[in-house]
């Protein structure tokens, strides 16, 4: 968490400069007193901007300002806005990443926020405070409507550390200067579903070998009758690593998963009670499980 979120200089494709030490100095007394990432973060976002005088603009002189040329300028769009909420809780050591979609279902416009790391993640506007919330925010229906499988239609958080995707900045056209990204589009899609009465939830993982990679294993959840459940397929690495895929089993039943992963294919059961992550391996060798031809 240190290493990528709050240590790495740059949040996107903005130009590297030493902002560290001038955003700390603004930053520190807007946060005093307070005692949480979540709600320092908040503090930041409801107090920088006017501070530092730059407000939302179309007409900014560059896509991807740093937090320096937003300052010069006085203007940012949501992209810009988010770079600049990033450097500063980072400054601070707020874990923080930039999040986005290159366009809405429909090419409707894409939109950029911020990522705010306290237990789990959380999201807001940059410049578009809540209040003293976070998870709040003018796009989050827009959001539920994210397409994970459609990079472009999907919602992707910057990485400093090597990832299997890429981010697909549509005003970038050279692939290897993009930053490096995960796809954290269920989070948002899952948000607001309630849980069915008399069902509980168990987030799930498959993993290539013991604390080896994540892989997109194909599942199967059967009950007692052999009845298909739910079905689908587990996240790999090109996904957040704190974003596994929920099943909705019945509450006290055990039930049975079947998975199929690179030629193999091989069944499992889900403890009953309150588990609520289980990891799955896939089997290495044929006296462990039969391979599928």
């Known amino acids: 968490m240190f290493l990528n979120e709050i240590l790495p200089y740059c949040a996107l494709t903005e130009r590297r400069d030493s902002w560290r030490r001038e955003m700390q100095d603004r930053c520190r007394p807007l946060i005093d007193g ?22 939302y603009s179309k007409r900014r002189p560059v896509v991807d300002p740093s937090p320096a040329q937003a300052m010069e300028s006085g203007m ?10 990033v450097a500063a809780c980072r400054s601070v050591a707020i874990p923080a990443r930039f999040v986005g979609i290159p366009a809405w279902p429909g090419d409707t416009g ?6 705010i790391w306290d237990g ?26 994210a397409m994970r499988d459609v990079s472009r239609h999907a919602i992707h958080a910057a990485s400093f550390a090597r990832r299997p995707e890429r981010f697909p900045l549509p005003w970038h056209g050279r692939e290897d200067l993009r ?24 987030l799930l993982r498959v993993l290539a070998e013991p604390a080896g990679d994540r892989v997109a294993a194909e599942y199967e959840v059967r009950d007692a009758d052999g009845e298909v459940l739910q079905s689908g397929r587990t996240n790999d690495e090109r996904f957040d690593m704190h974003d596994d895929v929920p ?20 069944s499992e ?25």
């Open 179 to 202: 930053p490096w990204a995960v796809n954290v589009t269920d989070r948002y899609t899952r948000r607001g579903v309630p849980l069915p009465e008399g069902r509980r939830q168990v």
């Open 34 to 55: 307070i005692t949480t990432p979540a709600a320092a973060a908040a503090a930041l976002n409801k107090q920088l901007f006017s501070l530092i005088k730059v407000r």
């Open 120 to 145: 789990d993640w959380h999201f807001t506007g940059a410049a578009e405070p809540a209040g003293d919330r976070l998870d709040e925010a003018w796009f989050t229906g827009r959001a539920a409507g």
């Open 247 to 266: 099943l909705l089993v019945p509450v006290d039943a055990e039930v049975g998963l079947r998975l199929s992963w690179d030629g193999w294919s091989w």
């Open 76 to 85: 940012a769009s949501c992209t810009g806005l988010s770079i600049v909420l």
């Open 110 to 115: 894409n939109h950029s926020w911020v990522e």
């Open 269 to 293: 059961k889900l403890p009953s009670g309150e588990a609520a992550r289980v990891t799955f391996v896939v089997p290495t060798t044929p006296a462990a499980e039969s391979r599928t031809p």
